[in-house]
C-alpha cells in the first residue's frame, strides 16, 4: 500500500505559474508509471500528462506546451510545473502511480483555481 501526498495548488490568475509535488509514502520504482489527472467542475476525471520509466512522457493536447511532468525516483515524487495557466484548467489535481504488476494508487488531490 502506497500513500500519495499532494501539494502546491492555489489560487492564481490566468498566465500564472504553480508547481505541483506528489510524494508517495513507499518505495517509488524506477518501472512505475506516474501520471496526473484532473477533474474539473462538470466532467470526469481526465489524463492531464504520464511519464513513463524511461522518461519519456506523454501530455493531453489541453496543456502541451504549458505544462511539464516530472520524477525524482531518489525523492520518491512526481512534479507537474504548470505554466500559461487558463481559468479552465481550474479542477482538482490528483497524482496517480501505477506499478507494473498491477496495483494503482491516488492521492487525495490538491485544488488548482485560476481566476481571470
Known amino acids: 500500500q502506497a500513500n500519495l501526498v499532494e501539494s502546491g495548488g492555489g489560487l492564481v490568475q490566468a498566465g500564472g505559474s504553480l508547481r505541483l509535488s506528489c510524494t508517495v509514502s513507499?518505495?517509488?520504482?524506477?518501472?512505475?508509471?506516474l501520471a496526473w489527472y484532473r477533474q474539473v467542475p462538470g466532467k470526469q476525471r481526465e489524463l492531464v500528462a504520464r511519464i513513463f520509466s524511461t522518461y519519456a512522457s506523454n501530455y493531453a493536447d489541453f496543456v502541451k506546451g504549458r505544462f511539464t511532468i516530472s520524477r525524482d525516483n531518489a525523492m520518491n515524487a512526481v512534479y507537474l510545473q504548470m505554466s500559461n495557466l487558463k481559468p479552465e484548467d481550474t479542477g482538482v489535481y490528483y497524482c496517480?502511480?501505477?506499478?507494473?504488476?498491477?496495483?494503482?494508487?491516488w492521492g487525495q488531490g490538491t485544488q488548482v483555481t485560476v481566476s481571470s
Open positions: 496517480n502511480v501505477k506499478r507494473n504488476w498491477g496495483p494503482e494508487y
Open positions: 513507499t518505495t517509488m520504482f524506477s518501472t512505475d508509471v
